[in-house]
């Protein structure tokens, strides 16, 4: 089953190779659609001249069955630009312009009677909601580009994407920007002009035909298909290996899993085990039992360790107990551990002591950075909302471990501390530096 999976997803692989050559084949060297512009074609055929702008230079038709001949008489005028030209009309019955966004060249059959100093102006004339009206032809985009040397280049192959808009019809309009381009989406008129720079004067144009052609898919749609459907194929390959492997792996998995449940049976019993041995039961943080491995360790770096402890006593809790009860108590104990948890750092190890006492050790960690720290916490704790809305406060004493001390002598020293700074009035830190055996007041 597998090698004919494997087979079927080849012979896919190959036919989408084979239609990916044929359609860039077909795209770059087949058939492309025409537009020919030519006497007898359907469109409508209009001359035109400046004598709608205040000019008074006069353009007329004719044609017979090759050519339209346009015979402009150019007379001077106020009008500063004087013109004549022909257009080819392309709206339909609905009122809609020709789609040519994916056509991309024009190859225009025209010329003067005689060579001219001047050019022919080529125009596709867009229609865009965005700035042109139906009853106002001068906010109608023009695409426009001018040839010169028609004698000596006949016909002229142009690229539209080479055709530019006027800056005159972009002051004039207050185009924005986003629509500075060239646009052929819904072009409404094809026009052929005299250029600029013409001098009074009678000249004759002579248009065989207009041809624009383009592709019957856009280069762009054409990629952007071929690459969804390589995506497609890509992924379902994936997919398919990623279920393949998944399989395979679920059946190695299903010969380990009676060892790996009774792996996780013995795992969390022993966690189980090892929590009631080192965990205090009502706060969840380490007992003494649990902090225990903390002294066994190394911590001199050089002739100083680095390890201080915290000593952490809540003020007055007897009497929390006795006026509340142990039910209160107990819930003070929780939220006391769990602010002390929430406002220390991962590396450093919190364990009830006993009672309403706390240690918190401090691995890598200075007798400054240490008080520091105690302090922090006494505030919080000052701070934080309490059960039965009590005040409860705690007092410190903090120690550094000192060279070759014992860690009895250690602890001895930060419980020290925390005696002095409960007879000092409570809701303080004091910190044992010895030798010389001096506590400092850190509040």
């Given at each position: 089953m597998?090698i004919?999976?494997?087979?079927?997803?080849?012979?896919l692989l190959?036919?989408?190779?084979?239609?990916?050559?044929?359609?860039?084949?077909?795209?770059?060297?087949?058939p492309?659609k025409v537009?020919?512009?030519?006497?007898?074609?359907d469109?409508?055929?209009?001359?035109?001249?400046d004598?709608?702008?205040?000019?008074?230079?006069v353009a007329?038709?004719?044609q017979?069955?090759?050519?339209f001949?346009?015979?402009c008489?150019?007379?001077q005028?106020d009008?500063p630009?004087?013109?004549?030209?022909?257009?080819?009309?392309l709206?339909?019955?609905?009122?809609?312009?020709?789609?040519?966004?994916n056509?991309?060249?024009a190859?225009?059959?025209?010329?003067y009677?005689?060579?001219?100093?001047f050019?022919?102006?080529?125009?596709?004339?867009?229609?865009?909601?965005a700035?042109?009206?139906?009853?106002?032809?001068?906010?109608?985009?023009?695409?426009a580009?001018?040839?010169?040397d028609?004698?000596?280049?006949?016909?002229?192959i142009?690229?539209?994407?080479?055709?530019?808009v006027?800056?005159?019809?972009?002051?004039?309009?207050k185009?924005?920007p986003?629509?500075?381009?060239?646009?052929f989406n819904?072009?409404r008129?094809v026009q052929?002009?005299t250029g600029?720079g013409?001098?009074?004067?009678?000249?004759?144009?002579?248009?065989?035909?207009?041809?624009?052609?383009?592709?019957y898919?856009n280069?762009?749609?054409l990629y952007?298909?071929?690459l969804c459907?390589?995506?497609?194929?890509?992924?379902?390959?994936?997919?398919?290996?990623l279920?393949?492997?998944?399989?395979?792996?679920?059946?190695?998995?299903?010969r380990?899993?009676?060892?790996?449940?009774l792996?996780?049976?013995l795992?969390?019993?022993?966690r189980?085990?090892?929590?009631?041995?080192?965990?205090?039961?009502?706060?969840?943080?380490?007992?003494?039992?649990g902090?225990a491995?903390?002294f066994?360790q190394?911590?001199s770096t050089d002739?100083t360790?680095?390890?201080?402890?915290?000593?952490?006593d809540i003020?007055?809790?007897?009497k929390?107990?006795d006026t509340?009860?142990?039910?209160?108590?107990?819930?003070?104990l929780?939220?006391?551990a769990?602010?002390?948890?929430e406002n220390?750092?991962?590396?450093?190890?919190?364990?009830r002591?006993?009672g309403?006492?706390?240690?918190l050790?401090?691995p890598?960690?200075t007798?400054e950075?240490a008080s520091?720290?105690?302090?922090k916490?006494?505030?919080?704790?000052?701070?934080?909302?309490?059960?039965?809305a009590?005040?409860?406060?705690?007092s410190?004493?903090v120690a550094?471990?000192?060279?070759?001390?014992?860690?009895t002598?250690?602890?001895a020293?930060?419980d020290?501390?925390?005696?002095?700074?409960k007879?000092?009035?409570?809701?303080?830190?004091?910190?044992?530096?010895?030798?010389p055996?001096?506590?400092?007041?850190?509040?």
């Open positions: 597998t004919q999976h494997d087979i079927l997803k080849a012979r190959g036919l989408l190779i084979i239609i990916t050559f044929v359609a860039l084949a077909f795209q770059a060297y087949g492309q537009l020919s512009l030519e006497p007898g074609t469109y409508h055929v209009e001359v035109i001249d004598r709608g702008n205040g000019g008074k230079s007329t038709l004719t017979d069955a090759e050519k001949i346009l015979n008489d150019m007379i005028s009008y630009w004087p013109y004549c030209e022909i257009s080819f009309i709206i339909d019955d609905k009122g809609n312009g020709k789609d040519m966004s056509y991309h060249q190859t225009l059959w025209a010329k009677s005689t060579p001219q100093h050019g022919i102006r080529f125009q596709l004339i867009n229609f865009n909601p700035y042109s009206t139906a009853d106002d032809p001068n906010t109608l985009k023009y695409n580009i001018e040839l010169f028609t004698h000596e280049r006949f016909p002229q142009i690229q539209m994407h080479h055709m530019q006027p800056t005159w019809w972009l002051s004039q309009g185009i924005a986003d629509y500075w381009g060239p646009e819904n072009v008129g052929i002009s600029e013409a001098k009074p004067g009678k000249y004759q144009m002579i248009i065989d035909r207009v041809e624009i052609s383009g592709k898919i280069d762009r749609t952007f298909g071929l459907i390589w995506t497609l194929l890509a992924a379902a390959f994936l997919i398919d290996t279920l393949k492997t998944k399989k395979e792996l679920n059946t190695n998995l299903q380990q899993k009676q060892l790996e449940a792996n996780a049976l795992n969390k019993e022993h189980q085990l090892e929590d009631r041995l080192t965990r205090d039961p009502l706060t969840g943080v380490l007992n003494r039992d902090l491995p903390i066994k190394n911590w002739s360790p680095l390890l201080s402890l915290i000593f952490i003020d007055h809790f007897k929390i107990n509340y009860g142990h039910n209160v108590g107990d819930q003070v929780l939220a006391f769990q602010t002390l948890s220390t750092r991962s590396q450093d190890l919190l364990a002591w006993g309403e006492e706390f240690v050790a401090c890598d960690t007798l950075k520091g720290l105690a302090e916490l006494r505030r919080c704790i000052e701070e934080n909302e309490w059960p039965k009590l005040q409860v406060t705690a410190f004493g550094q471990m000192l060279q070759q001390e014992s860690p002598d250690f602890i020293r930060a020290k501390a925390l005696y002095v700074a007879a000092q009035g409570r809701n303080c830190v004091r910190v044992s530096n010895q030798p055996a001096v506590l400092t007041a850190v509040k």
